[in-house]
Structures are given as structure tokens and as C-alpha cells.
């Protein structure tokens, strides 16, 4: 079956970065993407970009090009969004989710925490 | 970029009633690649519609998608207690990908 597992919860300083794993499994890799979106407390869901598992090729949402890199590892399956410049009202649950043009299967979630 | 409203932002229903959840895009979502996701708290979204009407793998036929264009609506035929939670649209045939902003299902 289908799975992707998600890195544990972090805890970074303001300015800090944070790199956040999703392991996939059950399904062929390279044939999807990989979406993140990310939900701060209490609000809705912020796509935040993806990234084609077959050739790396990536789109981000305008807000965060140049603060986010989405990177995959076909060799263990896992894709990776790394977010710099980190700042309080990046706190948020980040998601990976297989991208088949909607997102079908979603890791459970990141909690990151930017507090000083 | 495609903004997505979704109407009304609180439904107050009882079991077995019917639901009707509204979104509304400000500019025609191509080729109807729009979705619908349930989320309950805690957890992370489940799609239940993607293509406007096609339902997802498992998803019971008591959840139904229809519209075009600009208007879409999902339908939750008779309340199931599993059901109530918020309900999020989503467009994913333009760049931007985006999502409306929620419809909660509560219980009356």
C-alpha cells in the first residue's frame, strides 16, 4: 500500500533552517510528484510547491522562491523540502503528498516550530 | 492566481441530513481539475474528489462532485458522525495550486 512517512517535529530559532524528510513506499517513485503544503495552527491548508520525481524538475509558490529547495533521492525514495530564513509565522504543519494532479496520499504531517 | 471561495464557512448540520458545500473560483479552473479534501483534526486531509465529480479510491458514494467553470459544489448525501469536519476545495490545473479556505461541518 501506498505510504509516506514524514521526519519527527522540530524546534528551530528564528534565521534557523529546517529539512524535512517523506519517505515513499508501495509505489513506483520516479512516476509522481511529491507536493508540500503546510498548515499553520488553527488556518487552512498553503500549497507551497512540488517537485516531479522523474527529472527534479520543481514549481514554488511565489511567496517562498528563494527561502524553500524541494530535492528527491530516487535511490531511497524520499523526497526533502528544506526551508531557510526561518521566522515565527513559518510554524506550521508541513505535508508531503503524492502528486497525480490532485494529491491522492499524504504523509502525517511535520510540526515545525519557530520560536527564539 | 486563482482565488477560491468557499461558502458558507460554518454548516451546522444533524446526522442524515443532507450537505451542501460550495466553492467558487474568480477565474474558470481548467479542464475542472478541481478537488475536494476532508480533514479532521489531527489528521492529515483525505481526498474525496478530484475532476470535479470522479470520486477517490474508497471514498463512499454518499459524497458526490459536481460544476464547471467557476462554480463546483460537493454533496454529502446523508450525514454520516464521520463526516463532520472541515472540508477544503482545491485547484490544481493553474499555477498557483491553491486551496480554498474551508467549510466546518459541525454537528447542530
Known amino acids: 500500500q501506498v505510504q509516506l512517512v514524514q521526519s519527527g517535529a522540530e524546534v528551530k530559532k528564528p534565521g534557523a533552517s529546517v529539512k524535512v524528510s517523506c519517505k515513499a513506499s508501495g509505489y513506483t517513485f520516479t512516476s509522481y510528484g511529491i507536493s508540500w503544503v503546510r498548515q499553520a495552527p488553527g488556518q487552512g491548508l498553503e500549497w507551497m510547491g512540488w517537485?516531479?520525481?522523474?527529472?527534479?524538475?520543481?514549481n514554488y509558490a511565489q511567496k517562498l522562491q528563494g527561502r524553500v529547495t524541494m530535492t528527491t533521492d530516487t535511490s531511497t525514495s524520499t523526497a526533502y523540502m528544506e526551508l531557510r530564513s526561518l521566522r515565527s509565522d513559518d510554524t506550521a504543519v508541513y505535508y508531503c503528498a503524492r502528486r497525480r494532479g490532485p494529491n491522492d496520499y499524504w504523509g502525517q504531517g511535520t510540526l515545525v516550530t519557530v520560536s527564539s | 492566481e486563482i482565488v477560491l471561495t468557499q461558502s458558507p464557512g460554518t454548516l451546522s448540520l444533524s446526522p442524515g441530513e443532507r450537505a451542501t458545500l460550495s466553492c467558487r473560483a474568480s477565474?474558470?479552473?481548467?479542464?475542472?481539475?478541481l478537488a475536494w479534501y476532508q480533514q479532521k483534526p489531527g489528521q492529515a486531509p483525505r481526498l474525496l474528489i478530484y475532476g470535479a465529480s470522479s470520486r477517490a479510491t474508497g471514498i463512499p458514494d454518499r459524497f458526490s462532485g459536481s460544476g464547471s467553470g467557476t462554480d463546483f459544489t460537493l454533496t454529502i448525501s446523508r450525514l454520516e458522525p464521520e463526516d463532520f469536519a472541515v472540508y477544503y476545495c482545491q485547484q490544481y490545473g493553474s499555477s498557483p495550486i491553491t486551496f480554498g479556505p474551508g467549510t466546518k461541518v459541525d454537528i447542530k
Open positions: 517537485i516531479s520525481a522523474y527529472n527534479g524538475n520543481t
Open positions: 477565474q474558470s479552473v481548467s479542464s475542472s481539475y
